[in-house]
């Protein structure tokens, strides 16, 4: 009993521990950008960074999951350009996605 | 931060209702397996509530638990988020840091980036980044907790809808984004290197490094793209 409270302690102890090296990786961004300046060139790359930055999660997460992700993840693209609705673009690329998992893709 | 924002993100947001809550659902039956209890369990997803860093330190547990190298291998896998907290910053600096530093708790890779859309839409609201951020935290605590709760095995369609849903939707913000874009170089060089760290490297630096070659391409161009 007594070494299944210290399990318990220490499983505590690293999960506390984890939850806050997390956070302050999110919030340590925020705190230190305070110091930088708007017209420097830290600030222009970060301004530049969202597009480039959406375009590299897509091939990573098209890249782990596989040709049904890939198929998935064109036909919500063209989907939402065409129809510029989220809920017609997720729905189609999912089904799009299930249809080539189903013959093996 | 308005509450217009606020409802607006997470309206927008409740399709990770079902993607985090199946991703979460494959946390809490591995945490399962693994021989944790539900109440670590659930409080791992809710403190640490970091697919990456949690699937690391899932693949490091030990006896005794190697807490230096845990913490090294999550600032490695979350050093991501200084570049988001630094850009939002940028979009939120007006505001006081007591309102915005209880909304980064909750900041995740999705929700980052479609309050980044949002901005270029509507103007900068933190509102939008709170209300974006709920429905991916309760799916994903949710879903762990699920996994303790009822008699559930990872099939599918729910390990292909919790792969597959963060990209899809990401995947649908780029159209508002094309609009920005003077030359498709940046883009280009994004998916190479993207593809080329997910392919040869860790997949966990694909997004940083991909975007950050990308973005250094924008930067040489004459105006913003």
Not at chain 1, 55 to 81: D, N, Q, R
Not at chain 2, 54 to 76: D, N
Not at chain 2, 129 to 145: E, H, R
Not at chain 2, 162 to 167: E, V
Request: glycine share 12%; hydrophobic share 55%; aromatic share 8%.
């Amino acid at each position: 009993m007594h070494d299944l409270q210290v399990l318990d302690l220490e499983v505590f102890g690293v999960i506390c521990t984890l939850g806050v090296t997390c956070y302050a990786m999110r919030a340590g961004g925020y705190v230190l950008a305070a110091s930088m300046r708007d017209d420097g060139i830290a600030a222009r790359f970060l301004r530049l960074a969202p597009g480039n930055l959406f375009i590299a999660f897509i091939v990573g997460g098209c890249l782990s999951g596989g040709p049904a992700g890939l198929v998935g993840t064109v036909v919500a693209l063209v989907t939402m350009a065409i129809t510029a609705r989220e809920w017609a673009a997720l729905g189609a690329g999912f089904g799009a996605a299930l249809a080539a998992s189903a013959i093996g893709w | 931060m308005t509450t217009a924002g606020f409802r607006r993100g997470l309206v927008a947001a409740l399709p990770f209702l079902l993607s985090n809550g199946a991703a979460g659902l494959v946390m809490g039956l591995t945490y399962k397996g693994l021989g944790l209890g539900a109440a670590h369990a659930i409080l791992f997803s809710l403190l640490v509530y970091s697919a990456t860093a949690q699937a690391i330190t899932l693949s490091m547990w030990a006896s005794p638990l190697p807490i230096v190298a845990m913490v090294v291998a999550c600032i490695a896998t979350n050093s991501r988020y200084l570049l988001m907290g630094a850009h939002l910053r940028q979009l939120f600096g007006g505001l006081a840091p007591r309102k915005m530093l209880p909304s980064l708790f909750l900041l995740a890779d999705a929700s980052w980036l479609m309050t980044s859309a949002d901005a270029d839409r509507n103007g900068p609201d933190a509102g939008y980044l709170l209300g974006s951020s709920i429905p991916m935290a309760v799916g994903w605590v949710g879903g762990t907790a699920l996994a303790y709760a009822a008699p559930l095995a990872a099939n599918g369609p729910l390990r292909l809808a919790a792969a597959l849903l963060p990209t899809m939707f990401i995947a649908t913000l780029l159209p508002s984004q094309w609009k920005n874009v003077r030359s498709p170089w940046p883009w280009l060089i994004s998916a190479v290197a993207a593809l080329l760290v997910a392919r040869f490297g860790d997949p966990s630096w694909s997004m940083l490094i991909g975007g950050g070659c990308g973005t250094l391409v924008s930067m040489m161009e004459p105006s913003d793209a």
